[in-house]
């Protein structure tokens, strides 16, 4: 039995997390809930699958969710040290990390000091701080395992070869619901256009990035430091069908590729079960049904949101953190119709030109530049 702290358990991932959990009592069981301020969901979960203890964002919704509850008991902390509280409780085993953007950081990364294996589904946590991270990760001897499709779908690809053979790392991305759409008309795109994923359900802000592709560049970020590999060893390219999750070509050019339904359940159940897979309820792949795969080069035009991802990285230091949070800061503008569609990319744009990248230290300092950053990229909102 492996007890879970669930950081974001009313957002997509924690929804499919709670899933795989319901499917295999015997194997899994939640200690600890966090959440933002989707009180009858929280409440909901917490009655089905009874923690000990949960989290939210803010004290005054503690009374709120109390009077959801009724009479089931649980200990409801808030805020920042919540969040951690449950992340580092001594009888958790492994924390899902699953809070949305920069918000998971701090968390996701008590969580690992404290010795808990971590299953990442916060991309923003390698964004952010990846070498502060990953060091602190081989210090501790914690396990990092990859929770988002493409990077579980690449720790699959490595499994029995040798690390040091591998050529390169190759991110595959569906191109959202903008892949056609002529270019003069994206500056014009709805935001429930860019809602419309084609293959996959998933937040609202995640589903914007994978609009725009930041949600790729973000996770070229994320492989950079999970896997070690430089920025020159990842490329991206699009496969509109969602079928080939990921791949890893060789030195030898044999490719390894894995294939699988667009269903989260899968990759949260390797996570929380590996090295075993688990034989659940979700339909298996059956390629007979999908005739062609097809595979082609990312439009730089199109998704220019990609080249600032690899600008950011290759530039090193606190650059992703200042790429992360100015996109936090715009996609929450475009999905407040503040700013269009096509500005996304030019706030991130403007915002990285204004920052002297330098090595951070600490945290701390991290957290600072992604302050500032905050505050740059708001003011280029309208």
Known sequence: MRTIALLGSTG??????LAVVREFPER??????????????LAQQIKEFSPPLAAIERAEDIAPLRKLLGKHKVEILSGQAGAIAVATAAKV?????????????????????AGKEIALANKEALVMAGELFVKAAKKKAVRLLPVDSEHSAIFQCLQGNERDEVDKLILTASGGPFLRTPLKDLANVTIKQALKHPNWKMGRKITIDSATMMNKGLEVVEARWEFDMEPSGIQVVIHPQSVVH????????????????????????YALAYPHRLKGSWEPLDLTEHGELNFLPVEHKRFPALALAYAALNEGGTMPAVLNAANEVAVAAFLAGSIGFREI???IDRTMERHQSKHAKNVDEVIEVDRWARMV???YVH
């Open 28 to 41: 899994f069981k939640i200690h600890g809930m966090v959440a933002g301020r989707n009180l009858p969901l």
């Open 246 to 269: 990921s791949m890893v070509r060789y030195q030898d050019g044999a490719i390894m590729a894995q294939l699988g339904i667009a269903d989260m359940r899968i990759p949260i159940a």
């Open 12 to 17: 997509s991932i924690g929804v499919s997390t």
């Open 93 to 113: 085993d492994v924390v899902l990390a699953a809070i949305v953007g920069a918000a998971g950081l701090m968390p996701t990364l008590q969580g690992l000091l």
């Open 377 to 379: 990229a708001s003011s």
């Open 345 to 347: 990319h030019r706030i």
